[in-house]
């Protein structure tokens, strides 16, 4: 009788077979666009092999899903104006300060809603993802979550359809961009809320939540072999006096519009009118809040 011939095992740790199975999943792929090809690099499609466990067809399947929702949807053509008023408050923005490695820090303050704007609060999600993506240093492609529940209540909870909308972006278009999540001071209510919205959460993903508390030494030790807290900002449990202020915020995110039109090869003049835009002083690009 003849032997049945096993399955060659993959390896995600062997170089040759990561970049036999990127050649692959590119092949498959075909002809694309100009802004297709800018997005498939080869950090990208090693995102979404990871996603799907490195089955070159599965995703080639997800990978043709994103590249249709960014034709439809144009998300490196969100620009500052766009979504300003959703961040007035503060209620997510791209940190001042990074990891310990020097990844992008998210920080999302869901007690600070001011809008109920399903379309307006997805698509600032989007804006703020796309900027916290280009941010990243070279040679990183993961960014970091601050999730503050200081003063979160009931009320604050995000309607299902737009929790359910936003998981569906950053689980099927962001894949692996996270590292790490801390959930901070989140109230004991909150886990109510949780167990209802950690059904649309990936399994992989869940296991990067990390719930981190102000009193508790312990968990903020957690955050801090991540975050330095010299530099994470005291509200957060550390040491910095920074505060979110928006006119600054707006000043950065207007030069950084400027930046992601050059990246996707756009016509600058026709994202950023003389008219719409605030004089911008130099000024170092870390920072960016007033001291309190």
Known sequence: M?????????????????????NELRAALGPMSARGE??????????????R????????????ESLKWRALSRPEDIRWPDVSVEAETGKMYRATFTD?????????????????????????????LENAVLSLPEGHDKMVWLIDFTGW?????????????????????????????????????????????????DPKSAQKLNFVYKEN??????????IDPEV??????????????????????TKDDIK???????????VVSVDSVPEVKPQSSLIVAKAS
């Open 100 to 128: 310990r490695e020097g990844r992008t820090v998210v920080v999302m303050r869901p007690a600070k809603q001011n809008t109920s704007s399903h379309e307006g609060q997805l698509q600032y999600l989007i804006y703020t």
């Open 232 to 253: 994470l900002p005291v509200e957060f449990g550390g040491k910095n006096n920074a505060v979110y202020n928006h006119e600054d915020y707006s000043k950065l995110m």
């Open 2 to 22: 003849f032997r049945r011939k096993h399955a060659s095992h993959f390896n995600s740790d062997d170089a040759e077979q990561r970049q036999a199975k990127i």
């Open 38 to 51: 800018k997005y498939c690099s080869e950090a990208c499609l090693a995102r979404y092999l990871e996603a």
């Open 217 to 226: 030494d312990e968990s903020m030790k957690t955050m801090y072999n991540h």
């Open 153 to 201: 209540t009931l009320a604050h909870a995000t309607p299902f359809k737009t929790a359910r909308d936003c998981m569906n972006v950053l689980q099927n278009h962001y894949p692996e961009r996270l590292s790490i999540a801390f959930l901070f001071n989140p109230p004991k209510v909150f886990e109510a809320s949780f167990k209802v919205l950690k059904v649309l959460v």
């Open 53 to 64: 466990n490195w089955n070159v067809d599965k995703s080639r399947k997800m990978l043709e």
């Open 260 to 270: 992601t039109a050059s990246f996707w090869a756009a016509d600058v003049n026709h």
